[in-house]
């Protein structure tokens, strides 16, 4: 069995972040693999350990430094790796639909049973890309998977969702995708880096395989509001009056 | 205490006293609970000069007084043996100024490391030294213990920092010794003195520290070694790397049992009894990643690295986690001593031949030769039996490898009784003489270091 694994290169979650009017500043900026979708990567080297599946394919659509995201899946367990390049801006350009068409590109081509990714990346959160290639594919989906079994060629989930749990199955092929509660990522290993360098990485510039239409516009980037410090009030009386005055509450 | 209640009101104002027993408690003890104070009264001045008056008063009138930071000494340096006042610098912590040109820093006494760090961070600088107490400790408490910690092995000693001192001293009076500049060689360096004292000649008030740039990229490495020769065979390679930043021994005896204790932290390794683990931390412009790995593949394969902030925090978490977790296992009897790096774990098979026992494992900053050797009992009772022995033999092993019984965490009132013998009798004497000399009626934390 064949998994493809989408995954996103973002700032690292652990730095600070200049806001600037045309988007977060990413100039020198440290940048890694988006949380999600190294679980995504993490649950497929499981599955591949378990000998449920037999390789795993890592695809990333971003600029040349897109590549290291790319060994970092390599390293973790991925078998191989395809490098959609673009200079678009991948936080801002690289919209989920679009992916979406992508990958569908990517999955007719090679013919994966079971795409694997993380349920949304952390820089605009916008938690569709999955759903959507399983609609392009008209293929069975679950999103935000905490548990993923398979036998059989049945794929048994465990969802997150607001009331709980929820376990779906279906037959493969399909799209997972996944999140914070799925596994713990390993740490990568020297050694692993260093093998990393002689699995195949295949290159495709991304015209080849479609399109950025830009149908989402960005109007505005601002950082959030600046918290205020809080006050201790003395009585009601003058909590109301703040609530009136100062919040503007009613 | 209670007859100057009234003179202390006039020095400091009722607003800078804490009389309350509810509120002295967390003063009159230290965080690990060993010692316990009998402090009635805790003064929170405002300036240098209120410190001055105060220690005038007391010295008029034969009150002892305890210097008191971020109270988190690891040897009772801190709090009051008796019914010492407590002086509190917590109020004093203002940061006054920072040379951008020089990189040199002037602030209070009563600053928090971590704030200093939140207030340099915008011009790219960084305090010289760090340690795991950096939310809490002081500054002039880190200066009065020349506090070491992990930067040691990159930046050297605190001492090396201190550009100039402001010192209320036993009597009153006001030393100056702000100096700003790098290079003063006008005769004995008399802030030397005041640096590593303990609070026993003197209060620190302020300080100009020499601050340093921040490193453009961190890198963190964690190894898994098979024996301790490995282990100083990798330090003699590390030792060469221009961007050392850290390098941190944990056994993994010792990891194996923080396990448990670090719930959901993410282990590099499935630590295992018998192995070693070192955190080789990488700082500098422009990592060349590759340049490290060939180095430390000749070491071993068992080498993990960060990709990111979220591991490097967690890989410091499992060695910083340490100290604490150790207190969760048991009854441990901790020694922080500084003996050659490479006698560690020999020394271990002198106190316990065959590492067998009571469970004993080390750990610490082997980049400078700072152990942390403890020894883990499972009842009060066994380790009230062994500790005798124990001591002794340590002191005595330490003393035989021109080593230190306190490397890096003070003597306080945990080691005072190991100081003739650690320093001999005739430089015990010069340090006793200094202390007469500053504080000839002993008003300033009395019962400590010497």
């Given at each position: ?250 | ?31 690990q609970?060993f ?218 005896r010792i990891?194996?049992r ?65 100290p604490?977790n150790l207190h969760k296992m048991g009854h441990v009897l901790t020694y ?12 271990a098979?002198?106190v316990y031949?065959?590492r067998k026992g009571p469970y004993n494992a080390f ?9 942390h050797y403890n020894i883990i009992f499972d009842s009060v009772e066994e380790m009230h039996k062994e500790q005798q022995r124990v001591e002794e033999k340590i ?56």
């Amino acid at each position: 069995m064949k998994v493809l694994v989408a995954v996103k290169r973002v700032v690292d979650s652990g730095i600070k972040v200049r806001v600037k009017p045309e988007g977060i500043d990413l100039q020198g900026v440290k940048m890694t693999i988006n949380p999600f979708c190294e679980i995504a990567v993490e649950e497929a080297v499981r599955l591949k350990e378990k000998k449920l599946i037999a390789e795993i394919v890592a695809v990333t659509i971003g600029p040349k430094q897109g590549a290291e995201s790319l060994r970092h899946a390599l390293a973790l367990g991925a078998d191989k790796a395809i490098h959609v390049t673009t200079e678009a801006r991948i936080d801002q350009a690289v919209q989920p639909l679009d992916v979406a068409n992508i990958l569908a590109k990517l999955v007719e081509r090679d013919n994966y049973n079971l795409v694997l990714m993380g349920k949304q990346s952390i820089d605009d959160d916008f938690n569709q890309t999955g759903q959507m290639l399983a609609g392009l594919l008209d293929w069975p989906q679950a999103t935000f998977a905490s548990n993923i079994q398979i036998s059989d060629g049945i794929a048994q989930v465990v969802r997150e969702i607001d009331g709980g749990l929820q376990t779906v199955k279906f037959k493969l092929p399909g799209v997972i995708t996944c999140d914070l509660r799925l596994n713990q990522p390993r740490f990568a290993s020297v050694p692993n880096i260093m093998k990393a360098k002689s699995k195949p990485l295949e290159t495709i510039p991304l015209e080849k395989l479609g399109k950025l239409h830009n149908s989402i516009q960005i109007t505005k980037n601002e950082a959030p509001a600046i918290r205020k410090g809080g006050a201790i009030v003395e009585n009601v009386d003058v909590l109301l009056q703040k609530l009136r005055n100062e919040a503007k509450l009613f | 205490m209670k007859k100057f209640l009234n003179s202390f009101k006039q020095i400091v104002g009722s607003q800078n006293m804490i009389t309350d027993p509810f509120d002295l408690k967390p003063l009159n003890q230290d965080w690990q609970r060993f010692y316990q104070g009998k402090s009635e009264l805790a003064v929170t001045p405002t300036s240098t000069k209120m410190v001055s008056e105060v220690l005038q008063f007391c010295n008029q009138n034969n009150i002892k007084v305890v210097p008191q930071g971020g109270n988190t000494s690891f040897v009772g340096g801190a709090t009051p043996v008796q019914d010492e006042l407590i002086l509190s610098l917590k109020k004093m912590n203002n940061i006054l100024e920072f040379d951008t040109t020089t990189s040199i820093v002037t602030a209070e006494s009563g600053v928090i490391l971590q704030s200093l760090n939140d207030y340099l961070q915008a011009y790219r600088y960084q305090m010289p030294w760090d340690l795991g107490a950096r939310g809490s400790c002081q500054l002039g408490g880190n200066i009065a213990t020349n506090a070491g910690g992990l930067n040691v092995v990159r930046n050297g000693p605190l001492r090396n920092y201190v550009m100039g001192l402001e010192v209320v001293l036993p009597n009153g009076k006001v030393l100056n010794l702000m100096n700003k500049n790098r290079k003063d060689n006008t005769g004995t360096d008399l802030k030397q003195l005041f640096i590593g004292s303990e609070g026993t000649l003197g209060i620190i008030t302020q300080a100009n520290v020499l601050c340093s740039p921040i490193p453009e990229q961190r890198q963190v490495f964690f190894l898994e070694l098979n024996d301790f020769d490995e282990v100083i065979y990798l330090l003699r390679s590390a030792k060469q790397f221009e961007q050392l930043g850290a390098f941190e021994l944990m056994e993994g005896r010792i990891l194996k049992r923080c396990l448990p204790f670090n719930g959901q932290l993410k282990a590099p390794f499935e630590f295992k009894e018998d192995k070693y683990y070192v955190l080789i931390e990488i700082c500098g412009q422009q990592i060349e990643l590759e340049y490290y790995f060939e180095r430390l593949l000749k070491h071993t394969e068992q080498i993990v690295f960060n990709q990111n902030e979220s591991e490097l925090q967690t890989m410091w978490r499992w060695r910083e986690s340490v100290p604490e977790n150790l207190h969760k296992m048991g009854h441990v009897l901790t020694y922080d001593l500084s003996i050659p790096p490479d006698k560690f774990e020999w020394f271990a098979e002198q106190v316990y031949y065959g590492r067998k026992g009571p469970y004993n494992a080390f750990y610490g900053h082997l980049g400078d030769g700072n152990i942390h050797y403890n020894i883990i009992f499972d009842s009060v009772e066994e380790m009230h039996k062994e500790q005798q022995r124990v001591e002794e033999k340590i002191i005595t092993l330490t003393k035989n490898l021109y080593g230190s019984i306190s490397a890096e965490h003070g003597v306080g009132q945990l080691k005072r009784h190991y100081m003739q013998v650690q320093k001999g009798k005739d430089t015990f004497k010069y340090m006793q003489t200094l202390k007469e000399l500053f504080d000839p009626n002993n008003i300033l934390n009395p019962e400590k270091l010497l």
